[in-house]
């Protein structure tokens, strides 16, 4: 077993060869923003590899049009609020609960914060309203649950959780969903409760910018109003991976959109090889089913966790289509994406403890 040093393995250059090297028929990407940290020696393609109990967690805001000149205090804000679920994730881990608990209960932190495009602070649709996506996943069972197109559900994440636990279904949407959501008992806000001034004024924007182009078309001001969809990826004390994404979407979505982030398989999954969160262009993230691919690339194809991200993100989506945080079995994780920057967080056992937007 090799264990890293203390200081963050920040390891570009392996990475570019090694997504270069793994696929020989695809063009170099235009640039790799991809930053990872190696825990607990390189990845190897087998699940569960014997090694010790670390755990360790990854989360992430969403990617996108960051603005590198946007207010200290703005970014400071971010920082603040990574901080803060990271801090909830890594307590509740350091007191061994699994990876299934913490994965929610960190989501949840970021969807009660209006900064992200979660829960509260979520992505205004074409018509001003609210539609929010969430899915989780159990890697060593495979059990997961997804909700699509709730409107008056606090935490869209713990009625996907619950959709995996109480029905013997994976994924409950719209009306469906909230009668769902009645049974169970969780907790319902009004529709308007989700909007922030921030979400209605980018709405504006997008449907100005729309107008004026007369086209549906993913312009860069659509993305950058898209990006704050929240993620957790979790290798628990016993091994165990889980990952949950939650998000509102794309600002100015058709009303019914569904994206990619409750779908299993493109903008969340785990298994007992990785646990993948997407965010980005939801679109892009189900034609080339992202998640399931980095985990089966590492499955069927041998490669590394960091080899696999990079495969996909660089090198099947396009530039600007977002990015993914991921975790092996043995505790490795990545932050790879193609946009300007990530929202992102990283804690292990041996006490890392850290947020980057920008930052490789
Ligand atoms: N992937 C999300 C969606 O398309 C949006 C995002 O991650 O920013 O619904």
Redesign the pocket.
């Known amino acids: 077993m090799r264990h890293s040093s203390t200081s963050p393995g920040r390891r570009l250059l392996p990475l570019l060869l090694a997504a270069a090297a793994c696929s020989s028929s695809a063009p170099p990407p235009v640039a790799n923003t991809s930053w990872s940290l190696t825990l607990h020696g390189d990845s190897a393609a087998t699940p569960h590899p014997v090694r010790g109990p670390a755990w360790a967690i990854a989360i992430h805001g ?1 990617a ?1 049009t960051i603005a590198r000149d946007a207010p200290a205090a703005e970014l400071a804000a971010y920082r603040t609020s990574l901080e803060r679920a990271l801090t909830v994730g890594r307590d509740m881990l350091a007191k061994d609960a699994t990876a299934l608990d913490v994965c929610e209960a960190v989501v949840r932190v970021l969807e009660d914060d209006p900064l992200f ?1 979660a829960g509260r602070g979520a992505a205004c649709n074409e018509r001003g309203g609210h539609e929010l ?1 969430a899915s989780i996943m159990d890697g060593a069972t495979l059990r997961c649950g997804a909700v699509a197109g709730v409107t008056t559900v606090r935490h869209p994440i713990s009625l996907a959780r619950k959709v995996m636990t109480e029905t013997k279904h994976v994924l409950l949407m719209g009306s469906g969903a909230e009668e769902f959501a009645t049974s169970v008992g969780v907790e319902r806000v009004p529709n308007d409760w989700f909007t922030t001034e921030r979400r209605r004024q980018m709405l504006d924007e997008v449907l100005r910018e729309r107008a004026a182009k007369k086209t549906a078309a993913a312009t860069p001001l659509l993305r950058a109003a ?4 929240v993620g957790c990826v979790v290798r628990d004390g016993k091994g165990d991976l889980a990952a949950a994404t939650s ?1 509102g ?2 600002t100015g979505k058709k009303f019914g959109r569904v ?3 409750p779908i299993v398989g493109a ?1 969340n999954y785990a298994n007992r090889f990785a646990a993948v969160s ?5 679109e892009q ?1 189900l034609r080339h089913t992202v998640a399931r691919s980095i985990a089966a690339r590492m499955e069927f194809g041998g490669q590394t966790l960091a080899q696999a991200a990079d495969a996909v993100v660089m090198h099947e989506l396009d530039r600007d289509d ?1 990015g993914v945080i991921a975790i092996d079995g043995a505790g490795n994780m990545v932050a790879v994406y193609s946009s300007d920057g990530m929202y992102r967080g990283f804690a292990d056992a041996d006490g890392r403890f850290e947020v980057a937007i920008f930052e490789r």
């Open positions: 969403g996108g495009n996506d898209a990006c704050g969809t998000t979407g794309l994206g990619d982030s903008g997407g965010t980005g262009t939801g993230f977002g």
